[in-house]
């Protein structure tokens, strides 16, 4: 269904100037392809080069070995000099498995930024999926009322004729012209409508601009049905939940990590020198006392915090059952309803049927306008009707984790 020329200006720019290119066709298909390059999933990317890059840092043993070089020049006593030197060399000991937590806890993050990269792409789908909807079917509604608002024009334009040769009075021009007055600003409404429709499906899509876009959509199948074990398949495939359990994993590690930091690390040491002419060894090992910090308060911070998760993850698979149930429910009543609507089709050029039935004199003024309206009404609920249909189905494959249910459930 094709936008006439001349509302083409409201949707490029506020200027007006008339449109020469053809509309850019975007289909399912390429809606779902363009968001593989909106630029937040660029930025998921460089989060999980720093999950990586972290997890690579504490893969790396946490004390570095210490060398120490001293040199001295002594003057003795009896008056002769001594050149001293001292070599030492350090190293703390890491005990309790610290570093072994550490990467547990860093392996988590990157766990859990890849999760959330994917998280975030199945719902730029759903957004632009949504978003093209949204688009045809505001590109729909002004073309009916485009319809309308033509057709009561062409209807006070006559209705005025007539009062000219003395065929109609006032009260007919007076319904007339109000009908039209009312239709013409309902299609400028909607022509604002289909304005901010087409930006928004810019933005779901991570475009600028794409010029004059052509919303295409499948038909639905209505008989599609979802998988019988819809819970099961959710649990298994919501990121969500996979980001709380993944949260609760490293809260679990960070709890590890805090009580071996209880148990504190000793640090041993060598030197070797030369010391007034003799040879020097020294063997030294320290180990510093935790009177001040014991890390107590961090190790049970660190287990709340588990504790927390593990709650977390309970009650989201529970409310994700009735989420569930919900959607199927939804889901279902909804294509109930298209395939009963479609079942008795809307019959599209109605309104013309209705003028030239007029022009006959087979039907009045009052009725035209009437009919006019019922027909407009019909045509409107069944493109909301088929908007919330695949708003129901967008909603469901959300629900259960999995977006390619929207292009599994369309007419081939």
Known sequence: MRIHMFILPLLLSSAGAIAEASPTIVTLEETISLVKQH????????????????LSGQASYAYNPEL??????????????????????????????KGKYRE????????????????????????????????????????????????????????????????????????ATAAYVSAQSVYIQSQQDYTLALRQYYQAVGQFSMGEVQPKLPALNLTWQPPKQAYAVALAARQELKLLKLQSKQ?????????????????????????????????????PLPLTNTNKGAYQASLAQAEQSQSQVLWFEKTLKLEVSAALQNHDNTMMILRQFTAAPIENNSMALAKQAFDAGELSLEGLVQHVNQALDAKLTHLQLLKQGWLARIQLAQTLGHPEYILQGIQK
């Open 104 to 175: 547990q806890v860093a392996q988590a993050s990157l766990d859990m930024s890849l999760a959330k990269q994917t998280l975030l792409h199945q719902q730029l789908i759903s957004g632009a999926v949504t978003a093209l909807v949204n688009l045809k079917q505001k590109q729909q509604i002004l073309v009916v009322r485009q319809q309308q608002s033509e057709l009561l024009q062409s209807l006070a334009e006559a209705v005025q004729k007539r009062l000219d040769v003395g065929d109609a009075n006032l009260l007919d021009v007076n319904l």
């Open 68 to 97: 120490s070089v001293e040199l001295q020049d002594r003057k003795l006593n009896d008056g002769g000099r001594s050149k001293d030197y001292y070599v030492g060399l350090s190293q703390g000991i890491e005990l309790g498995g």
């Open 39 to 54: 630029p937040t999933l660029r930025i998921a990317e460089l989060n999980n080069d720093a999950a990586k890059a972290n």
């Open 251 to 287: 809260n679990d590690a960070q709890a590890n990590l805090a009580d071996a930091s209880r148990l504190v690390d000793p640090t041993v040491s060598l030197m070797s020198g030369r010391e007034a002419g003799e040879q020097l060894f020294k063997l030294g090992i320290s180990i």
